[in-house]
């Protein structure tokens, strides 16, 4: 067909109708460039001719894409999604993928617009389906490629885009600022590359690794909340295209992603233990005489003089002096601290009752 040949004329003539002749068979390949058998299919295909092609490919040593006619399908609207959604809806969808599996080493695309009609081409990869069935299935919004992509893909292995290494970057987890019961200064709570749970954002005597250069610390800026990707670092530069993160509270738990040789990966991640507790926890788990705490949510601080446990029992709430930026220091009125009991509080600064009291003598 006209699509066809227009897919083959994007590589080089003597990539285009090789003879693959092994052992395990012959078969002509549309593109074969590398190590990759690139096909390009306008026409009706049996579940048992698609199945017979990737076994031979493979069993030949090389990777198989696959690239769908679907531009009437999608035109017409028998094939669609709604928008904004990765799900897509195929009325009548052919059963040439049956028994697929996406996450080996065939990868099957559908092309559904045409730049040459002026609209902008898009072909999607096919990153979800039960058992090849294609009456409904996923294409991550990241695993929508040009026609030009296509081809890096298909040559190089990859088509790395800004989008991309801005998607690797969510690949992180919050490290809150925390003061630590021995009053230890400048320390972030969580780090999953240090034994005793903690970095710092200056150098240590005791070679503990620090936030400050850290190649896994993202920002810069060491702030309230700290950036950090070190739970991903035992497989963070295998990630080309970040398909879908999995959270619970805001951490991720989960990753499906493609790797440099274009497989689709799934990683589970451990979650880090939060420090956030109430603030009543948090002054009598620090012994606390004076405590000023921070809402790991809005960022707030707040110091609190007097015991919260015995204000809650009394009077139902907490009260504690809110710090403003504006004035650089805190109220000299007491004011009700908002959802003191919910477990999104860390402490920022501590005195012990008898740190306290000898500060008063």
């Known amino acids: 067909s006209p699509w066809h040949l227009a897919w083959q004329e994007n590589f080089p003539r003597e990539c285009r109708e090789v003879a693959v002749i092994n052992e395990h068979g012959r078969h002509r390949a549309d593109v074969l460039v590398g190590n990759t058998v690139v096909e390009f299919q306008h026409s009706p295909m049996s579940p048992e001719e698609f199945q017979e092609r990737n076994d031979f490919y493979v069993a030949s040593g090389y990777s198989v894409i696959w690239v769908f006619d679907a531009l009437e399908q999608h035109d017409s609207g028998a094939l669609y999604n709604e928008e904004g959604s990765d799900l897509y809806y195929w009325k009548h969808a052919p059963k040439t993928l049956k028994g697929f599996d996406v996450y080996g080493k065939v990868q099957a695309y559908f092309h559904l617009q045409d730049r040459r009609e002026g609209i902008g081409d898009a072909v999607i990869r096919l990153t979800w389906c039960a058992d090849g069935n294609l009456s409904f299935f996923r294409s991550s919004p990241n695993a929508c490629y040009t026609e030009d992509e296509i081809v890096l893909i298909a040559t190089q292995g990859s088509a790395r885009r800004e989008v991309?290494?801005?998607?690797?970057?969510?690949?992180?987890?919050?490290?809150?600022?925390?003061?630590?019961?021995?009053?230890?200064?400048?320390?972030?709570?969580?780090?999953?590359?240090?034994?005793?749970?903690?970095?710092?954002?200056?150098?240590?005597?005791?070679?503990?690794?620090?936030?400050?250069?850290?190649?896994?610390?993202?920002?810069?800026?060491?702030?309230?909340?700290?950036?950090?990707?070190?739970?991903?670092?035992?497989?963070?530069?295998?990630?080309?295209?970040?398909?879908?993160?999995?959270?619970?509270?805001?951490?991720?738990?989960?990753?499906?992603?493609?790797?440099?040789?274009?497989m689709i990966r799934e990683r589970a991640v451990d979650v880090p233990e939060s420090p956030a507790s109430t603030i009543p926890e948090l002054w009598n788990d620090y012994n606390a005489g004076v405590l000023c705490v921070r809402n790991v949510r809005t960022g707030k601080l707040f110091k609190i003089l007097s015991n919260p446990m015995a204000t809650l029992a009394k009077y139902g709430r907490v009260y504690g002096c809110y710090y403003s930026e504006a004035w650089g220091r805190y109220s000299n009125k007491s004011d009700v601290i908002y959802f003191a009991t919910r477990p999104e509080w860390v402490v920022a600064w501590f005195k012990t009752e008898e740190q306290r009291r000898q500060y008063r003598g």
């Open 164 to 262: 991309d290494a801005a998607l690797r970057n969510e690949l992180c987890h919050d490290l809150y600022v925390v003061r630590r019961k021995d009053n230890d200064k400048n320390e972030a709570f969580g780090c999953p590359l240090n034994k005793c749970g903690y970095a710092s954002d200056v150098p240590t005597d005791d070679g503990r690794r620090h936030c400050n250069g850290c190649p896994y610390a993202l920002n810069e800026d060491f702030s309230l909340i700290r950036k950090c990707a070190g739970r991903f670092g035992a497989f963070l530069d295998q990630v080309e295209t970040v398909l879908e993160v999995k959270k619970v509270e805001g951490q991720i738990y989960f990753v499906t992603y493609i790797d440099g040789d274009g």
